[in-house]
């Protein structure tokens, strides 16, 4: 089983703030872990993936996260936050064991950039 | 095609109705995923499709919604007698099973009942 919780369905950060996201994650196996992006009335676009390599994973738009395992976490930053950052953040857990690659979803962070 | 594509991207129904929304998946990828976003709501899994294996409908809300995959590509999910409580946005998303999971996404179906 695994699962996804998201602290903070809602976060607002002034433009040029630091932008910290969190994800925790619950996971039999090794996990995979993603990031996704959603803009208004868009789909959903992946920013990054953790696959078992480094922890430290670098995505689009200046966007990264680190694995922690001992923390069961995957926070996602940015050191600078533009206005065009505002859309919702999903967080994303799939199992690399066995035949289980299932993609869990948090419940989203939306996330606001105030000028 | 070179993404999910889904079709309709919009559709009103009356309750009552039956619909039925599509999507084709990347080629080549075995695993396809139906999701349900709600105002307000995250991302509902509803069915998972992996492969020729049995696919997992652990999330379909009731016996009103069901799915099918054909030819291991194009999928169809059909909410029969339609609710308002049905109205959201159904997203399809596909994915390999090789390596890492990284799921590709449509840009939905936004379902209205009236």
């Known amino acids: 089983a695994q699962s996804v919780t998201q602290l903070g369905s809602h976060v607002s950060v002034s433009e040029g703030a630091l932008v910290l996201l969190r994800c925790n994650y619950s996971s039999s196996v090794p996990p995979y872990l993603f990031w996704y992006v959603q803009y208004p009335n868009q789909g959903l676009q992946l920013l990054l993936k953790?696959?078992?390599?480094?922890?430290l994973v670098k995505g689009i738009n200046g966007f990264e996260a680190e694995f922690k395992k001992s923390e069961t976490s995957f926070h996602l930053t940015k050191p600078s936050a533009h206005m065009s950052d505002a859309a919702e953040y999903f967080c994303?857990?799939?199992?690399?064991?066995?035949?289980?690659?299932?993609?869990?979803f948090g419940k989203g962070t939306l996330l606001t950039v105030n000028p | 095609g070179a993404g999910v594509s889904q079709s309709p991207s919009n559709k009103v129904t009356e309750k009552g109705k039956d619909v039925e929304l599509r999507c084709d998946p990347i080629s080549g990828h075995t695993a396809l995923y139906w999701y349900r976003q709600s105002l307000g709501q995250g991302l509902e899994f509803l069915i998972y499709?992996?492969?020729?294996?049995?696919?997992?409908k652990s999330g379909l809300p009731s016996d009103r919604f069901s799915a099918e995959r054909t030819g291991g590509s194009v999928s169809t999910l059909t909410i029969q007698r339609t609710q308002q409580e049905d109205s959201a946005v159904y997203l399809c998303a596909s994915s390999q099973t090789q390596g890492v999971t990284e799921a590709f996404f449509g840009q939905g179906t936004r379902l209205t009942v009236v």
């Open positions: 499709f992996q492969g020729n294996s049995a696919p997992d």
């Open positions: 994303a857990v799939s199992s690399s064991g066995g035949s289980n690659y299932k993609l869990t």
């Open positions: 953790y696959t078992s390599a480094a922890t």
